[in-house]
Each structure stands twice: as structure tokens, then as C-alpha cells.
């Protein structure tokens, strides 16, 4: 039920999305023909163009969640983005900025000036005020800071003070606090007040006169117990407290494990300092799945599908260089054995079988490892059973395929011998990516480097010069 939900919801904004490039075009055809056009009343022929597209697609966009505006913004070139921009309404830039990606709200904030970005930041809450602070001008910041109440301020200066990766960068200060001696009532009463509450409030956090956490009372309990009966009767003390430090993925794993809607964010002392939601963390999921496929395919970070040519090439030289050289030093291991290949032509054809195999092999084992490492699974205790898995695994496809490759060489080229050697070459060229698909993830996180950053490029070049190497050496030792 749930697949078919997000089915028809995908299908839903690529409907909203064709709209909106509907009247755009709609838009810029008119806009266009009144350019052609020699009229004294150019403007006003303008004017009746704006009237008759733009209006309509503003209430379209009024109309749409700020997730879903960001993702038309995503989809649409740099020129169409920013006519799109220009038509949302000031109060909801904020949040569009919060839901588009790194790469285009690049873009976007350069589109904007100082006292745009100032308003636009100013319908937001300290937290997520932080999470714009990298992309914002320092001018820009100094202006928010200052606008902001003293509570604000220093909620600001305390998001802003944790890298990305800990807790303290996904907190939320927005929360409900109440004392353990006072009564269910007095509690609805003090929630009526309220304007509304925190969103994703599943539970309200007990704390003493100090502001220490004492437990925490679900909403759920809170409704269904008699009113005369104390917080302390009816509180839990059993919960999960995050520490600002923590690692965010730590975190994740805690919310996926225990289907957790918000987690207290506590310091030191056990004072309560902020929560952590279910959205923060689903969003911060979603980027590091986002990004870790970025690296696994060489690309340095995230790049906006339409940004500038020149902007794109330095995005992704890097691992195209190194892919060029190990190209270069895979072309000189077939020279070596060129000679072989004149006198049996039939290594050329059957080459590639070996190293594709052995590539696509390495990246399986790869990717395993990288999802281990990411989830703490993956430790010094145990990496050596999970290296002699990876080789176990490997020998058996070895054999089963290279007994396929082998079969298929015979029949082709009539030959066992050259059967053989391409079952043998499959088998040892597996074993090679499997050993690699290991080792390289676990070097690359000793050193201190993302253990996703680029792997797949290295596995595959290894896996094609070894390749190579294994098989034309083979064939050259018992065929010729």
C-alpha cells in the first residue's frame, strides 16, 4: 500500500511539473513574439502576456508543498529556475531554500540579495537557520544574528557549533518541557495554550528545576490517563538520551532500530538541551545515501543537473585522470602480450569477458563492505571472517562462471585448453576483486578517508589491468 502511495505521489508531482513547464513556455513563447514585434505598446502587450501565464502558474505554485516547489527547481535550467524563484512568495523562500539541494540553492541565494536572504532566513527557527549558515554571506549571517532574541542567538551559535556529521547538527530546539510533580490536567491545560505544537511531538520531556531529564510522558499515555494523576505516576524513565557530540549516524541507526519519533539531545550534565526528529534524521539518511553514490561513482560532491559546463568538468576531472591512467597502464599490460594475441586472435575477444566479470564482481563486495562500515557492523575483530566470506563467495562464482566462460570458449573456438585457461582466469580474476572489494573500503577508512570516495573507479581499474594480466599470462604460459 505504501509503494502504491509513493507511486501515485511521483506520478502526481511529475504532473505539477509538466504544468509548470507548460505556462513557462507558454510564457516565454509570448514573451518572445512581443520582442519580435515592432508595437508602440510593447509594455502593455507584455503586461497582457504576464496577466494571462504568470498569474496562473504563482497560484499553482502557492498551491504546491515547499519539497515539491524544490524539486521543479531542480528540474528545470538555471534561466527557468530563477523566473520560478522570482514567483514564490517571500514568506515561503525559507523553506523552499531548506528542501532544495547544496547545488542549487547555490544558485539561488546568488539570485537574491542581502535583505532577501535576511527575510527569508527570518521565518525560520535557530536550527535551521544553521543548516543555511554554510551557502549564507557572512554579511548576511551578521544580520540574522543580530535580529535575532538572545534565546535565539545563543541556539544559533550552538547549532552552528557542531560539525555535520554529530548530533548537535541535526537538534531541534522547538520542544515541550514539563515538571514531574504536576498533574496530567495542568499539563492539557498548558498544552492548550499553545498555538500548536512542535511538530513530530510524540512525547513531552520531564525535567527537574535545573532543566535535568527525568524521563519523558507520550502523548498517548497522556491522553488516555486519568487527569489527577501525576506526571512522575505515568512518566518513563526508560529512553534514549543523545549526546550533541554523537555521531549523527549513530543516531540514525537508533531511530531505525527502535521506530523512534523524536530522542532527547541531553549534555554533560544530563541537561536537557534539544531533540532529534524522525525528519532530521530521515533527511540526513537520505543525503548521506545521496552522497555516498556521488563518491562510489568518482564525483566529488553534489552537482546541479544544470550548472555551468567548466563547473561540471571540475567536478568530476579528478577520478576521470585517475581512470585515464590506469586505462593507460591496463593498455600497456595488453602490450606485453601482444605478440600472445597476434598468434591466437581469440584472446582479444574473450579478454573483456574476464575483466567486466571481475569489475562488476569487486563493486558487489565493495558495496557490501561500504553499507557495513556505514552501519558499525563492520570491525577489526571481525573483518577477517568477512574477508574469508568475500573469498568463499568469490571461488564459488569462480567456478560456477568460469565453468560457463570456459564451456562457451570450447564450443566457440573448439579448443579445451582455451576453456581452461578462461575458467581458471575467471576464477583467479574473482578472487582478485573480491580480496580488493575488501581491502580497499577498510584502507581508505584507516586513513582517515570516506571509505565510498571513489572505490567502485579503483576496483574496476584494478580488476581490468589484473584481469588482463592474469588471463593473456595464462593463455601465453599453456597455450602458445
Partial sequence: MTEENNRRETENLQVQLQRVTHLLSSYKLMAGFVQMEEMPSHELVESLAYRQSLPELQQLLDRLHPADVAHILEALPVQDRLTIWNLVKAERDGEILLEVSDAVRETLIAAMDGNELVAATGQLDADEIADLAPDLPRSVIDDVFQSLPVEGREQLRAAMSYPEDAVGALMDFDMVAIREGVTLEVVLRYLRRLDELPGHTDQLFVVDRDEHLKG????????????????????????????????????????????????????????????????????????ESENEALKLGGLSEEEDLFAPVWKSVKNRWIWLAVNLVTAFIASRVIGVFEDSIEKLVALAALMPIIAGIGGNSGNQTITMIVRALALGQLNLSNARKLFAKEIGVS???????????????????????????????????????????????????????????????MITAVTDSGGFFIFLGLATVFLL
Fill in 216 to 287: 519523558v510522558l507520550p502523548v498517548n499515555r497522556l491522553l488516555v490517563s486519568d487527569p489527577d494523576t501525576e506526571v512522575a505516576a505515568v512518566m518513563s524513565t526508560e529512553m534514549l538520551k543523545l549526546h550533541p557530540d554523537d555521531k549523527a549516524q549513530q543516531a540514525a541507526h537508533a531511530f531505525e532500530r527502535y521506530d523512534l519519533v523524536s530522542a532527547s539531545v541531553v549534555d554533560v550534565e544530563g541537561k536537557l538541551i534539544g531533540r532529534v526528529t524522525v525528519n532530521a534524521v530521515m533527511d540526513f539518511i537520505r543525503e
Fill in 395 to 457: 571461488a564459488v562464482n569462480g567456478m560456477v562462471w568460469g565453468s560457463a566462460v570456459g564451456l562457451f570458449a570450447f564450443f566457440i573456438y573448439d579448443s579445451v585448453a582455451l576453456g581452461l585457461v578462461m575458467a581458471l582466469a575467471m576464477t583467479l580474476n574473482l578472487l582478485l576483486a573480491a580480496s580488493l572489494g575488501v581491502m580497499i573500503p577498510l584502507l581508505l577508512q584507516k586513513f582517515g578517508r570516506d571509505p565510498a570516495a571513489g572505490s567502485s573507479v
